[in-house]
């Protein structure tokens, strides 16, 4: 099967078939940016809309696709969360076309451990992690599930450790593997995660509650221990719906007022994620700085 299926907007690294969005004349092009890729990305990748499921159907119905690949919750375009039942439809449409799911965890591993792949109880053939497993030391980890691990094993021609393998110099090295091992005892346990996900909804009420007294028409998500604001009332149910509200002038109002009084945000957006080392404190300061520059923009 030639082709791999992303959604719109997202993200999995700078991989040269997912830098792909559906253009504003509804076909695949290359996203904006990006610079010189190797091969044209609508020769390989298929894309559609997230919480699209007939325009999923379609693309996946002349059974060339190898795999989907996706966020449960796309989280580059701002947090984009899955329409009830989209996750399942996305599931059932893999078993009908014979197509596999690989979920790509990396930013969404902040719903908890496990994921949302646990969260929400998700199936997928293969999940992918990285780096928040080894706490900023470069490290990526991929699981399959049983009956995928068996198809693996089952050819007997392939060569699984050198031509057809997963690894290289930096594979498995020794500073990546213990970091990841301190990570996953001391760092990313049940007990950090319910104090980080109570801080997230602190940080995300907070936020709301701003944006309520004050009739400012943006709108705040929240997953697990991550939350970020869009400027928009409403949730975007896609990531052209939320690419389509940016606004970098904003961006870089707020990440510059935030900064002068003490407060890093993430520098490509809007973004918050609480960690075991973040306060109440932390986010009630985050709380007041945001409603002085909104009280600057709105009056």
Request: glycine share 10%; with cysteine; proline share 6%.
């Amino acid at each position: 099967r030639p082709y791999v299926l992303v959604f719109s907007h997202c993200y999995h690294g700078t991989v040269d078939e997912t830098v792909i969005i559906v253009g504003p004349d509804g076909r695949p092009m290359a996203k904006p940016g990006n610079v010189g890729p190797q091969v044209d990305p609508t020769l390989t990748t298929k894309v559609v809309e997230f919480n699209d499921g007939e325009a999923l159907r379609q693309a996946l119905a002349p059974r060339d696709v190898a795999c989907v690949l996706m966020e449960p919750a796309m989280t580059n375009i701002g947090i984009v969360p899955p329409a009830e039942g989209f996750l399942e439809q996305v599931r059932e449409l893999c078993d009908e076309t014979d197509t596999l799911l690989v979920i790509d965890e990396t930013h969404t591993i902040s719903a908890g451990p496990g994921g949302c792949t646990r969260a929400w109880n998700l199936k997928p053939d293969v999940v992918t992690l990285g780096k928040a497993l080894a706490s900023g030391v470069p490290i990526g980890a991929y699981g399959v599930s049983a009956s995928f691990a068996e198809r693996i094993l089952a050819d007997k021609e392939a060569d699984l450790v050198d031509q057809g393998g997963v690894g290289g110099t930096l594979a498995g090295n020794a500073l990546s593997m213990a970091a990841a091992r301190a990570t996953l005892q001391h760092v990313l346990t049940d007990e950090a995660f319910a104090h980080m996900i109570d801080l997230a909804t602190r940080y995300t009420e907070g936020v709301r509650t701003v944006l309520a007294e004050r009739d400012v028409p943006w709108t705040i998500v929240q997953l697990g221990a991550r939350a970020e604001y869009r400027y928009c009332r409403r949730t975007p149910r896609n990531g052209g719906e939320s690419a389509a509200v940016a606004d970098p002038q904003l961006d870089e109002y707020l990440h510059l007022y935030m900064a002068n009084r003490g407060i890093l945000m993430t520098p490509f957006h809007n973004m918050a994620l609480m960690c075991p080392a973040t306060s109440e404190a932390d986010v009630d300061r985050h709380t007041e700085v945001f409603a002085e520059a909104i009280g600057e923009l709105y009056g």
